[in-house]
């Protein structure tokens, strides 16, 4: 299978710092994305990573081990419009589809 | 770059009816997926096209569900007869052929009900 596992809720202080964590079975791995959801739209693209280390855009951060099969999200200086759900997705063998994981619906709160 | 364009936005139907649900895709996005978003599945893909083609469709659940892409410009997803247990939030998506880490665009999605 491609399970790709990720907490279900998290919530955060405003002003704070968030990691979300992903982590995804290693076989046939090719690439991993983050995906932010706010209620009632689309995903919108964050991140990608395929190399080992730390991306970072802004307030927001990627991470992967890809050895370990593992990613996290790093949200820093909360804002409440951060307040979304953040999807994990993985790209394995060959040019096929993303498989998503279920999503981090993150609060933040003041 | 007006980006994928989904209708309708809502639908609300009775069980038993035909849905049909519409995607434009990205201009000259080479690839088109439809995801389907619950609470409890979250994104599940039903079937992907590739150059109009399709790809895979191991994720239809159903006879019930079928998909065609007539053009480069233009895909449905028909579900013919809908079920209560239908109800979702339906996306579509589009990606250049590019490399395998081109990001997808989704497009704003169907709020489907069914009754």
């Known amino acids: 299978g491609q399970n790709i596992d990720q907490p279900t809720e998290m919530t955060a202080t405003e002003g704070a710092i968030v990691q979300i964590n992903c982590t995804y079975q290693?076989?046939?791995?090719?690439?991993l994305f983050w995906y932010q959801q706010h209620a009632g739209e689309a995903p919108t693209f964050l991140s990608y990573?395929?190399?080992?280390g730390l991306e970072e855009k802004g307030r927001f951060s990627s991470f992967l081990s890809r050895s370990k099969g593992y990613s996290y999200l790093l949200l820093k200086e909360l804002q409440m419009k951060d307040s979304a759900s953040y999807l994990c997705?993985?790209?394995?063998?060959?040019?096929?589809?993303?498989?998503f994981g279920k999503g981090t619906r993150l609060s933040v709160i003041a | 770059d007006a980006g994928v364009i989904q209708s309708p936005r809502h639908e609300v139907t009775e069980m038993g009816q035909e849905v049909t649900l519409r995607c434009k895709p990205i201009?000259?996005?080479?690839?088109l997926f439809w995801y389907r978003q619950t609470m409890m599945r979250g994104l599940e893909l039903l079937i992907y096209?590739?150059?109009?083609?399709?790809?895979?469709d191991s994720g239809m659940p159903e006879d019930r569900f079928s998909a065609k892409m007539p053009n480069a410009s233009f895909s449905t997803l028909k579900i013919q007869p809908s079920e209560p247990r239908d109800s979702a939030v339906y996306f579509c998506?589009?990606?250049?052929?590019?490399?395998?880490?081109?990001?997808?665009?989704f497009g704003n999605g169907t709020r489907l009900t069914v009754t």
């Open positions: 201009s000259g996005h080479d690839y």
């Open positions: 290693t076989s046939g791995f090719n690439g």
């Open positions: 990573n395929v190399l080992d």
């Open positions: 997705a993985v790209s394995f063998a060959g040019n096929t589809p993303l498989v």
């Open positions: 096209f590739n150059n109009n083609v399709p790809i895979d």
């Open positions: 998506a589009s990606r250049s052929r590019g490399s395998y880490n081109s990001p997808l665009h």
